[in-house]
């Protein structure tokens, strides 16, 4: 355990999972609702397969409510690598405009051939 988590009451700990659980259900809510509205659009933004899109779309609120009751977080960053963070984060001042232009999109296709390889 790191000092950080040995330093957390049990009232902390009980806010960080309640936390967690509130950004399940909207994830989980906000997944059918974009799975509902363009289902290849929220599987490329998502990085769901074809599959686990059926499944959240056909949940009820019953079972979103309760998935969304587990402790551990059900979303994941896409962004998993060192790389893709410096381009959607790095800010050069001198070609600003484009160059955050060209750093999103490249961004995003190092994310959607990761989504590909899946």
């Not at 160059?99 to 190092?110: C, F, V, Y």
Request: hydrophobic share 50%.
């Amino acid at each position: 355990m790191t000092a950080t988590a040995a330093n957390l009451t049990d009232a902390d700990r009980e806010q960080l999972l309640a936390e967690i659980r509130e950004a399940n259900l909207t994830y989980l809510m906000l997944a059918q609702r974009l799975i509902r509205a363009d289902k290849a659009e929220a599987t490329f933004r998502l990085g769901l397969s074809e599959e686990s899109a059926d499944l959240i779309a056909a949940l009820s609120p019953a079972q979103i409510v309760k998935l969304a009751s587990h402790n551990t977080l059900l979303c994941r960053f896409q962004a998993d690598d060192e790389m893709v963070w410096k381009l959607l984060t790095s800010s050069h001042a001198p070609q600003r405009a484009i160059g955050e232009t060209a750093q999103r999109l490249h961004a995003s296709i190092l994310m959607a051939g990761r989504l590909a390889n899946v």
